[in-house]
């Protein structure tokens, strides 16, 4: 190999354009990435070539690292410079070198590269600010088609598989399912790579001061570990919750409806065997099995797929080994599975497996920052796309936010109370992010508090992308709006403080039919109610069928509260009439469709932020440990507490490991 070490590159390039030499560093950050691919060719080579099988023994272990070292030293020279720290390694990961990269390339004037490389890091990193920014500016930009948004390193499969759902949507189905094997034989093949590389010696640096047995059980519980998460890392985006944890499972979904369109009875009858190993007792695909065999021909006995049934064995075994040293180390094992069957679980740990899967499962996408908790599911909710969260706001943040909404008032101009255009027992008032900015800049509100205002609307797009999990979504509008009771005309009120209604399209409650038509706002996507205070009488937020009138889910405001829900027919909703004192709340709306985003966002995120970050220094900027970073490196549950015969039961443990290798 000719090329310098990945990391070497990756800093020559950083420092280059901290120069503002662009096209050299932008030359650095490329052979960074290069140089990364070529060693990881080296050491999948190497792991194939050394494979781990028969190492039963202390002896095959060592003989294994001497045969890895001694085929990396043929093609790498001196391997242990091309070795990453963890660090670096999460680094490329994360995709830090495609921030700086997108940048160099905007600066060389080569907008299709920049787009894809800032799309690249964003994929990677959906919660940066900056490349949030950016990638929204590219999107404005003339020139810039919507190719230029690719992942440039999003595996091959994905494409296949994305094709392979359009053909089958457009029913032609031989095609489909030609692209469906490619794709599945390609995302193995992926699965594969990422096991080898889980092999290598690199984790187990820092380790010689442990006595032998310890070092392998631990080592072997790493390793697994990592092999069992290939799993997720072939089925998620990068940076996301995976929204499809089976996608092996999906592919031989797809094909068993491809190859029985086809009227290939003897394939589709191979597949839903091969899905019955994940999903033993799931009665549609037995039914359908049954179905098959009866049409098919041959006589002979028809098996699952040989390469799947030998990924479910393996997987198994594997599960079966880390469940056993979970249960006896302080290691802990996160199944990245949901098809693992109780038995293989021990005893001793189903409940609370049972318990941790369920509410997984409940939670819906991954939130971002530690004190936001689901209070009310979709489910209990009575809808689909509709959540409400608690803690997004403190105590304080609320109060700020009120602070700001009576300095605004006093200031006289800005938050004038209307009557409402909805009833007239109530008066309104509204505040946008940029009038407290401007007010703010007349030095008439509180900086920091009209600061805050733009965070915390910030804080809720963050919480709505990733709890739909959706690409990227932009504000439509948003503002701060407080109802007031007017006193003295609440007697025998029987109105509503905001009708029912949909929040992007027409309701129709005698069709039971929205109307995604003008002047309704169909561009929205999704709308985020985020309240501030709980010190009036009613103003409850409720949600009702098509009709308008059946309640399926009520929601009583309070401070940090936020209820999101998709803006359409689903979610028709209307406010109760507020009776006593104000009520305050952030409304915003969402779109997905960078087109239709608020131009006055973007003048907002200037005098808050500053100019667009273009040093990339942030690319580096540690995101949260999240649950699965935790578990990547397999760190114990209790770090440094060994149980009294800790020592021992870890000998036990790894002799197990071993035998059973
Ligand atoms: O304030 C609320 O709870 C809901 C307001 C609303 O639905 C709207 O403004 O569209
Ligand atoms: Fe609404």
């Known amino acids: 190999l000719t090329l310098k070490p990945p990391d070497e590159l990756l800093w020559d390039g950083v420092s280059l354009f901290s120069r503002g030499e662009w096209s050299e560093a932008r030359d650095k950050l490329l052979g960074a990435l290069k140089s990364l691919q070529e060693v990881r060719g080296v050491w999948l080579r190497c792991g194939e070539e050394c494979g781990l099988q028969g190492a039963q023994l202390e002896e095959a272990v060592m003989e294994r690292a001497d045969c890895l070292l001694s085929c990396e030293r043929l093609q ?7 070795r990453l720290t963890q660090d670096t390694e999460k680094t490329f990961q994360k995709g830090a070198p495609y921030n700086y990269l997108q940048v160099a390339h905007y600066r060389l004037e080569e907008l299709d590269e920049a787009a894809a490389a800032a799309y690249t890091f964003y994929v990677r990193n959906p919660y940066h600010e900056q490349i949030q920014g950016d990638v929204t500016r590219y999107r404005t930009m003339k020139g810039v088609p919507e190719q230029s948004f690719r992942d440039l390193e999003e595996p091959p499969y994905k494409a296949l598989f994305a094709q392979a759902m359009s053909l089958l949507s457009q029913e032609r189905f031989a095609t489909a399912v030609l692209r469906l094997e490619e794709s599945l034989s390609s995302c193995l093949s992926t699965i594969h790579d990422c096991r080898t590389l889980c092999e290598g010696t690199r984790e187990r640096e820092n380790e010689t001061h ?35 944890p089976d996608i092996l499972v999906s592919h031989l979904q797809m094909l068993q409806e491809g190859y029985a369109q086809l009227g290939d009875w003897e394939s589709a009858a191979q597949i839903a065997r091969s899905l019955l190993l994940f999903h033993p007792h799931n009665e549609t695909v037995l039914e359908s099995l049954n179905g098959y065999e009866q049409k098919q021909q041959s006589q002979s006995e028809i098996r699952p797929r040989e390469n799947i049934a030998s990924y479910v064995r393996q997987a198994l075994s594997e599960k079966k080994l880390l469940y056993y040293v979970m249960e006896n180390l302080d290691i802990d094992f996160q199944d990245p599975d949901l098809w693992t069957p109780e038995e293989i679980i021990p005893e001793g740990l189903r409940e609370r497996i049972r318990a941790e899967r369920a509410t997984a499962e409940e939670a819906g996408g991954q939130l971002p920052y530690e004190e936001v908790m689901v209070t009310l599911t979709p489910r209990q909710m009575n809808g689909t796309s509709r959540v409400t969260l608690d803690g997004v706001l403190s105590d304080e943040e609320c109060e700020a936010l009120l602070g700001l909404v009576q300095e605004a008032e006093a200031s006289g101009e800005a938050l004038r109370r209307r009557r409402s255009p909805h009833t007239s027992h109530e008066r309104i008032q509204g505040l946008t992010v940029m009038q407290a900015l401007q007010l703010a800049s007349s030095g008439l509100v509180d900086r920091n508090r009209a600061h805050f205002l733009y965070h915390a609307t910030e804080r809720v797009r963050v919480l709505t992308q990733s709890y739909f999990e959706t690409k990227m979504l932009h504000f439509s509008y948003s503002q701060l709006v407080c109802r007031s009771a007017i006193e003295g005309e609440q007697e025998e009120r029987s109105d509503l403080s905001h009708p029912v209604h ?6 129709d409650p005698e069709e039971k039919e929205c109307w995604r038509e003008p002047p309704a706002y169909i561009h929205r996507d999704y709308s985020g109610m985020l309240y501030l205070n709980d010190d009036f009488l009613g103003g409850d937020l409720f949600f009702t069928e098509l009709d308008g009138t059946t309640v399926t889910a009520e ?3 309070r401070c940090g509260r936020l209820v999101l829900f998709s803006s359409g027919g689903e979610n028709a909703h209307g406010v109760r009439a507020v009776t006593q004192d104000r009520r305050c709340a952030i409304t915003l709306w969402f779109t997905g469709s960078a087109g239709h ?12 932020t500053g100019e667009v970050s273009k040093t990339g220094e942030e690319a580096e900027s540690k995101p949260a440990r999240t649950g699965r970073e935790a578990s990547r490196t397999g760190t114990s549950r209790n770090e440094g507490t060994d149980k009294p015969s800790g020592r021992q039961q870890r000998r036990r443990v790894a002799r197990k490991i071993r035998d059973e290798l």
């Open 76 to 82: 790498l020279k001196e391997p242990s410079l091309y």
């Open 210 to 244: 442990r006595d032998f047995p310890e070092v392998i059980a631990e080592y072997y519980a790493q390793v697994l570990q990592c092999k069992q998460r290939c799993i997720l890392e072939v089925s998620s985006s990068p940076g996301q919750k995976p929204t499809q």
């Open 502 to 507: 949909a929040d992007n399209c027409i309701l």
């Open 597 to 608: 985003a608020e131009q006055e966002r973007f003048q907002a995120r200037t005098i808050v």
């Open 555 to 557: 929601v009583r405001p």
